[in-house]
């Protein structure tokens, strides 16, 4: 079955410590994107990246890095220059061309700093 | 700057009812795209229907209706007696459209609905 795939689904760092979240997608969708969400509040953007080996900034991209080497993979890196990184984060992928389209959207890593 | 508001944080009703949750949003760009998303308990979330600023019509999906109105900016979703299963957290996102493609989106808060029996 087509989809994103994020891995693993829970995920606790100690401060200090870099981590990186996994997203693997099959769709063949060209753009790739992650998002932030806190509790009660709606997802921000991160990073993302319209095709391979280019990558923009979202509108919180200070303490994360990412890269997309290959077409089917954007890894999120927390650095620990992120603040307060105890969050939800979302994976999504979708079609560039063609105006915004819909975006499929994995099942999310919670990280939980200890 | 694009903001998206969602005013309504959680809503509870009884089965059967119908439920219709809010979204207001601001853009400055004639061009824009909307959304609604569903958050189920596991996660992820699920796409429901995107409109284009051009296309005032209201759709009706099976239980799913929508309303959108440019001259109140708002895209407002309607649930048809409800479900237990349509409990979930609801968003709604907005993207413009000008130079850019795919789907980077600016989401609302979300509006959590629980649909008891």
């Known amino acids: 079955d087509g989809g994103i795939t994020q891995s693993p689904k829970y995920l606790f760092r100690k401060e200090g410590q870099n981590v990186t979240l996994s997203c693997e997608q099959n769709l063949n969708h060209d753009a790739m994107y992650w998002y932030r969400q806190d509790p009660g509040q709606g997802l921000r953007l991160i990073y993302y990246s319209q095709i391979v080996n280019d990558f923009q900034k979202g509108d919180i991209a200070e303490g994360y890095s990412v890269s997309r080497e290959k077409k089917e993979s954007f890894p999120l890196t927390v650095t620990s220059a992120q603040k307060n990184p105890t969050a939800f984060y979302l994976c999504?992928?979708?079609?560039?061309?063609?105006?915004?389209?819909?975006?499929?959207f994995g099942q999310g890593t919670r990280l939980t700093v200890v | 700057a694009q903001k998206v508001t969602q005013a309504q944080t959680e809503i509870s009703v009884v089965e059967k009812e119908d439920v219709t949750l809010d979204c207001v949003y601001e853009?400055?760009?004639?061009?824009?795209?909307l959304f609604w998303y569903k958050q189920p308990p596991s996660g992820e979330l699920v796409f429901l229907i995107r409109r284009n600023s051009f296309d005032e019509q209201n759709e009706i999906s099976g239980r799913y209706s929508w309303n959108f109105q440019k001259s109140t900016s708002s895209f407002n979703f309607t649930i048809t007696a409800s479900q237990v299963v349509d409990s979930a957290v609801y968003f709604c996102a907005l993207s413009e459209a000008p130079g850019y493609s795919g789907s980077r989106l600016t989401f609302g808060e979300g509006t959590q609905l629980t649909v008891n029996p």
């Open positions: 999504a992928s979708s079609y560039s061309t063609g105006g915004p389209t819909e975006a499929f």
């Open positions: 853009t400055r760009d004639t061009t824009y795209y």
